[in-house]
Structures are given as structure tokens and as C-alpha cells.
């Protein structure tokens, strides 16, 4: 960024030293609130999941001669899909029209790779009716999901319907449909980590996992959907709850997701800081949360903008004036990302669902694509001439920059770098949003900024005293930086690029990235040991480009196992063993069959083709080689209960569970262990451990 040229003039306008003072000690007191807040650390409390009527509770009214009003409220920590909503009439002669469904919440889910729409905490659905005699029955279908990634099966209802606009006395009531299935227990569930234990919250515990972690139901044949993390953590069940659990077998456990899910999760547990309402809780965490995105690719690149705007034409700058510039400079951003908190309690939830558009990921990201260019040198990224007339006439001329000028620096600077931040602001933009506090939302925007503008701080307190002097050598910095850009817009639109052309993407950058490096060039006998060093990276990034592109062209679309389309690759090899084959058992009575002529420990796992949970425990538990070799002594048997029929209620309500994944071992013809909901390798391995098998 080139600097406003200051002036010779000798008598700029500064601060006066009081505010400096003022200021500085602001800024040692939000430091003390970072590092000395003694924030309470308290362990996160195990929660149940909740039976089906508790988590999703609904109801019926009339409204008006011709419509029927239904009403669901869902629990803390649980999500109705509004694409599972499903009204049959059970009665002939009944013509509905189409539900009036109020807007949903919004997210691209990174593991399914498409846009999916979630209800929380209540849903009204104004459904029309066009024909029907004076009294008849309809079937309400519904579906969703808890946080800690147990899926539901789908859930009917009947409703009793009597409206006066075809003769009937305008009465509605619900009942369970015919058949309906489902346990009343399910194992505990065990969160931790740190966001959780920082929150404190009194009316609920806090929610370890990730929200595309949760099972996503669809309607048959499109694929699935999972919804994003939006709300508080799953609440406790009560003691009768606890009281019905199966006694046999050991604690069930539902852990956090593995780091593959989406950043969903993470907003989850930051709204339930925010839920909790305590400024002790939330200012020192967003403190945290700042000063760590200080440090991702998309905030380091501001340090040599503002830099630059502070050292000016090499100009002396004393400390107090170059933390005054870095103070106002930061300023900018906290004061943009505390309008966005405002704006999303003033204009509700379409401003947190849009900040996560694909369509808003991709244009930030060509942003961040542009200004990487001008770090390779396609051109020279300035402020306007005509702007830099206008603050200059309005500010006055400072020694390295214009306060005002430094100060639209900032709030440009929070505009491109929103996108990274998704986590914090998506989480606190959507609490703010749902409950319209836009004085705790800004409170926490505002800290968030002012964790972020740490470093930057620290860079103008130095007055460029601790940044490297320009030199030649200069040229490979921007190069970094710019590549760094590059890497951060396409890690901002992950969610909304296909598998193949993501590891293309990240290939053609690896190998441009060694050829900066002069991978492909002759290395001189007389080169330093840098150079060397240098080299060596290069070789490194290349190598890991050319395995991007042999994956690619292997058939692989997992970036993370670029080789396992191939027949030799190790993960496939692990994955392909004959420990993860399960056989498919269809009902109760082959299911006991299996079980009482096993001569081996036996593994029954709960399945669902709409449960991610489920596809995430075959593609990072079961493909463990730990986990593989501990199964391969085992009798694997899988229960899909994707289908939802009989004979799948039956099979969940013998082992009284609410949906997949569970999984239950046996032994001797004998429950002796269970799982619901997800494990990572090392803790279902440790479970299999307590279970004996």
C-alpha cells in the first residue's frame, strides 16, 4: 500500500498526550483482561439427548376458516430441516396448498458441498387448506437433529382437523401416529474443550460438536443436508431420563466432531457464550478468539499496509505517535465489526445467513485474489488521488499518514478480512440476530477486533522499529504475502469449490509457489546455506503439488488423501480391510440370530444414509489402523435405518435409541458396551477397551 506523502511542513497536528495516555491505558487494561481475566474454567457438564416430543414439541391451531397453523418448538441445541417437513392427508377428498414456510437459517455445509436450510428454537407453519370435509385426519412429518450428532428418525404425527370453512367446528388436535417407535433413553454424552469450558453458562452445557457432524436427513433420492451450528448446546435431561438407560454396559459418550467438520460447530459454542449474557465470559473470550486471528494469513498481510502508512517516507515517528496511528487504524475495524453486530440485531438473521453465501465467499475471495496481484507487482495498490486530497484538506498533513486516512485504512482492512473470521462472527451475528441484543453482540465484535489489533499495536508502539528495513530482499516478503492471499481465498471458498477443482486449485499454487521458489533452476555452487534452504521448500512444495495432481488424476477428491484412488495407497488399503465389511442385518429376530451363534465379540452399528455422523465414524474411526485391527476380531453387523419402517423402529427401540450412529457391542450373547454418537479413533478405541472386546 503506498503511503500518503507527508509533508515538509513543521507543524503538524498530534495528539494531545493526555489522550495518548487515556488511550494507552485502555489498552493495558483490555491486555490485563486477556492475560489476567481469571476467567472461571468450569468443566462441561454431561447432557442426554433429549426423546423426540422433548426436543421437537408441536402443536396445532386454526387460523381462520381455511387454514391450519402448526407450531414447533425445538430445544436448545436441536434443528428441524425444513426440507423434511411433510403434510399428508389420511382422509380422502383433502386438497392442501403449499406451506408458508418462514425463512430459514442458511449455511454451505463443507461436507456435503451444497447450501442446506434449518429451523431452532420455534417454527410456525401456516398451512392452507383448499378442500376437505367438515373432519379429517392429516399426517405431519418432520425431521431434525441435536448438535452433538444424533440424527432422529423421521417423526409422524396425526392430526385430528375440523375447520368452519368446509362445515366443521374450526377444532384441531395432535396425536402419535399409528405405530410410532422410539426409545426413551439415550447414553450420556461427554463435552469438553476449551471454548466449552470457558463459557460458564448456568442454563446449559456446552456443545462439543460440529454442526455438519449432526446427521442430515433428505428426502429420497437427493443427497443429504446438514444444516449449520447456529444455537446453544444441548440441554440436560432429567433424572427419569437418566433413570431409564439401559443397565447394562458402559457410559455412552457423544464427542466432538473430528477436525474435518465444518466451522458450524464452533459457532455453536460461541453463541452459547453469548447466550450466557456474562461480559466476564464473553469480552476476555473474544480477546482470545482476536488475538489468535491476529495471527491466520488473512490478518498478517495488514501489518506491512500499516506499516507503511506509519514509517511514511522514512520520516522519524516517535512511539507515542506511531501507537496513536496503530490505535486509530484499529479503531476503524473494531468499529465496523461492532456495526455489524448492531446491523444484525437491527436487520435479524438474513445479515449472519449472507455473510455466508457462497455467493459472499466468492466475491471476498476475488477480492483477496486481487490484492495478491499487486504483491507479485501487476500494479501499485494506492488511495486515490482525489481521496488523498480530500482527507488531506480535512485532517491536516501528519508525519507518515493522515489520522483520518489511517482510519478508513482500518475499516476497509475489517470489510476484506470478515470472511476469515467466519467462526466468531457467524456465531455472534447469529445470536444477535435470533434475540436482537445488539449491545452484547457489539460488546463482543468490538473485543474481537481489538484482540485482532494486538499486533498491530505492538507494530506501531515500535514506529516500524520492529519490522524488517526494505531492501532487495523485500521483494521475496511480498511474493510470501502474496501467495499467503492466494491460500486464504481458496481456504474462504473450500465450502463452495467441487472436490477436483480444489486440488487443482491448491496444486497449480504449490508448484507456482516452488517456482518462485526457483525449484526448477540451477542451483549455483558458490549459494548460501539460505538459498539452499530456500530450494529445499521449493522441492517440498512441489513434490506435494505433483502428489495433488497424481491423486487428481487417480480419481481422488479428498485433499486431505490425494493417493487413496490409488489400488497401492495406504488409506485405501486400510480402508478396503476386511474389518470395516459389516454385515447388513434387516430386523430384530437375524439380528439375535447373528448374535447368540457368534463365536466372536459382536458390533452392531446404527446406519443411516442421511447420517453424517455415521459417514464420518467409517471415514476416520473405522479406517484407523488401531481401530481396524481391534475389529478384525470382531462379528461387524450394520443396521440401516435409513428406510425409517417397522422394522427399523424396532431395531432402535430395542437398544432404546432415539436415531444412528449408535453403535453396541456384545459379548457372550450379551450387551456389554455402547456408543451414541460420534468418537474419534482414540475414544471409541478406549471404549472398546471398557466393553472388553
Known amino acids: 500500500m503506498t503511503p500518503v506523502s507527508p509533508t515538509a511542513a513543521t507543524g503538524q497536528p498530534r495528539m494531545p498526550h493526555h489522550v495518548l495516555h487515556k488511550l494507552l491505558a485502555a489498552m493495558l487494561a483490555l491486555a490485563a483482561a486477556l492475560l489476567f481475566g481469571a476467567l472461571p474454567v468450569a468443566q462441561a457438564q454431561q447432557g442426554k439427548f433429549l426423546p423426540p416430543d422433548q426436543a421437537f414439541h408441536v402443536s396445532a391451531a386454526v387460523q381462520g376458516p381455511k387454514t ?37 437459517h442458511k449455511k454451505f455445509d463443507v461436507n456435503l458441498g451444497h447450501v442446506v436450510f434449518h429451523y431452532r428454537n420455534q417454527v410456525i407453519v401456516p398451512l392452507p387448506v383448499l378442500a376437505a370435509p367438515a373432519s379429517f385426519k392429516l399426517q405431519v412429518t418432520y425431521q431434525g437433529c441435536s448438535d452433538e450428532g444424533l440424527c432422529y428418525p423421521p417423526i409422524d404425527k396425526i392430526a385430528t382437523v375440523s375447520l368452519q370453512g368446509f362445515g366443521g367446528q374450526g377444532t384441531v388436535s395432535i396425536a402419535e401416529a399409528d405405530g410410532e417407535g422410539g426409545g426413551t433413553s439415550a447414553g450420556n454424552s461427554s463435552v469438553s474443550g476449551l471454548i466449552g469450558s470457558l463459557l460458564g453458562n448456568k442454563t446449559s452445557t456446552a456443545s462439543g460438536a460440529a454442526a455438519s457432524a449432526a446427521a442430515a436427513p433428505v428426502s429420497p433420492p437427493a443427497p443429504a443436508t446438514t444444516p449449520a451450528s447456529s444455537a446453544a448446546a444441548v440441554p440436560a435431561t432429567s433424572a427419569t ?39 466476564l465470559a464473553i469480552v476476555p473470550m473474544f480477546l482470545l478468539f482476536g488475538l ?16 507503511s502508512i506509519i514509517v511514511g517516507h522514512g520520516e522519524k515517528v516517535s512511539h507515542l505517535h506511531g501507537l496513536a496511528l496503530a490505535a486509530v487504524y484499529s479503531l476503524g475495524m473494531a468499529l465496523v465489526y461492532t456495526a455489524f453486530g448492531v446491523a444484525a440485531g437491527l436487520l435479524g438473521q438474513g445479515l449472519a445467513a449472507t455473510l455466508q453465501n457462497p455467493w459472499v465467499l466468492s466475491v471476498f475471495a476475488l477480492l483477496l485474489v486481487v490484492l495478491s496481484l499487486s504483491m507479485f507487482g501487476f500494479y501499485e495498490l494506492q488511495i486515490p488521488a482525489s481521496w488523498q486530497s480530500r482527507l488531506s484538506a480535512t485532517s491536516g498533513k501528519l508525519h507518515g499518514g493522515h489520522f483520518a486516512g489511517v482510519f478508513v485504512m482500518g475499516c476497509i482492512s475489517a470489510l476484506i478480512v470478515g470472511p476469515c473470521v467466519a467462526a466468531p462472527l457467524a456465531g455472534a451475528l447469529l445470536y444477535i440476530s435470533q434475540t436482537g441484543n445488539a449491545v452484547i453482540g457489539g460488546i463482543a465484535l468490538f473485543s474481537l477486533a481489538a484482540g485482532m489489533s494486538v499486533p498491530l499495536l505492538l507494530a506501531g508502539w515500535s514506529a516500524g522499529a520492529l519490522l524488517p528495513k526494505a531492501g532487495g530482499w523485500m521483494e521475496g516478503v ?39 521458489l526457483r525449484v526448477f533452476d540451477r542451483l549455483p555452487d558458490a549459494a548460501s546455506g539460505w538459498t539452499r534452504l530456500f530450494k529445499g521448500l521449493g522441492v517440498v512444495l512441489a513434490l506435494a ?135 474419534d479413533a482414540k475414544t471409541f478405541l478406549a471404549s472398546m477397551q471398557r466393553a472388553g472386546v
Open 68 to 104: 391450519l397453523l402448526l407450531t414447533f418448538d425445538i430445544a436448545k441445541g436441536y434443528y428441524l430441516y425444513q426440507e423434511r417437513f411433510h403434510f399428508e392427508p389420511q382422509t380422502p377428498g383433502v386438497t392442501l396448498g403449499k406451506p408458508d414456510y418462514p425463512p430459514a
Open 241 to 279: 431420563q437418566a433413570a431409564s438407560a439401559p443397565a447394562a454396559g458402559v457410559a455412552n459418550q457423544a464427542t466432538s466432531s473430528s477436525d474435518a467438520a465444518s466451522l458450524g460447530g464452533e459457532s455453536s459454542r460461541i453463541g452459547a457464550a453469548l447466550v450466557s449474557g456474562s461480559l
Open 292 to 307: 489468535l486471528l491476529a495471527f491466520t494469513p488473512c490478518v498478517l498481510p495488514m501489518i506491512p499496509i500499516l506499516s
Open 545 to 679: 503439488g505433483a502428489v495433488l495432481v497424481i491423486g487428481l488424476a487417480a480419481g481422488s477428491r479428498n485433499i486431505l488423501q490425494p493417493l487413496a484412488g490409488l489400488g497401492g495407497g495406504v488409506s485405501n488399503a486400510v480402508a478396503t480391510a476386511p474389518a470395516a465389511q459389516f454385515r447388513r442385518v434387516k430386523n430384530v429376530a437375524e439380528l439375535d440370530q447373528i448374535v447368540a451363534s457368534s463365536t466372536k465379540p459382536v458390533m452392531l452399528d446404527f446406519y443411516a444414509d442421511w447420517c453424517v455422523s455415521c459417514k464420518e465414524m467409517e471415514h476416520f474411526t473405522f479406517t484407523d489402523p488401531a481401530v481396524a485391527q481391534q475389529m478384525a476380531d470382531m462379528t461387524l453387523i450394520q443396521a440401516d435405518v435409513t428406510a425409517n419402517n417397522a422394522d427399523d423402529k424396532a431395531l432402535l427401540k430395542r437398544f432404546q435409541l432415539f436415531g444412528p450412529p449408535g453403535i453396541i457391542f456384545f459379548k457372550g450373547g450379551k450387551e456389554v458396551g455402547r456408543v451414541v454418537g460420534f468418537e
Open 478 to 516: 511480498k511474493y510470501f504475502f502474496g501467495v499467503l492471499l492466494i491460500a486464504t481465498a481458496l481456504y474462504m471458498i473450500t465450502p463452495v469449490l467441487p472436490g477436483w477443482l480444489l486440488m487443482l486449485a491448491w496444486a497449480a499454487l504449490l508448484l507456482v509457489s516452488a517456482t518462485f
